[in-house]
């Protein structure tokens, strides 16, 4: 098992910037697959952004593609993700999770491990 902490949500302007950090501890994680979901109140929790431990390659839901990125430090066991142009829509609870031979990162039930989540307020 693995086990997430995610932080660096809060309240951040139309428009603005935040950057979101898992910290990433427990068993090995070779061959994992890290990602970012994002829950709304009453809403379903939605893909955002995915990658590979090895760092080879992202993907991203379309609604963020050009203004989020995700990224991971191998040696501090952290992953990222970088937000630019926030909209009110995207207020959200954001869960950091892993997952093992991901074949559907885009798919929640694709992931072992979740963190709390970090929410992100963007105020209309």
């Known amino acids: 098992q693995v086990q997430l902490v995610e932080s660096g949500g809060g309240l951040v302007q139309a428009g603005g910037s935040a950057r979101l950090s898992c910290a990433i501890s427990g068993r090995p994680f070779n061959m994992y697959t890290m990602a970012w979901f994002r829950q709304a109140p009453g809403k379903d929790r939605d893909f955002v952004a995915a990658?590979?431990?090895?760092?080879?390659?992202?993907v991203y839901a379309d609604s963020v593609k050009g203004r989020f990125t995700i990224s991971l430090d191998n040696s501090r066991k952290m992953v990222y993700l970088q937000m630019s142009a926030l909209k009110p829509e995207e207020t959200a609870k954001y869960y950091c999770t892993a997952g093992r031979a991901v074949t559907r990162p885009q798919l929640r039930y694709a992931y072992d491990d979740w963190g709390r989540g970090t929410q992100v307020t963007v105020p209309s």
């Open positions: 990658i590979k431990w090895d760092g080879g390659s992202t």
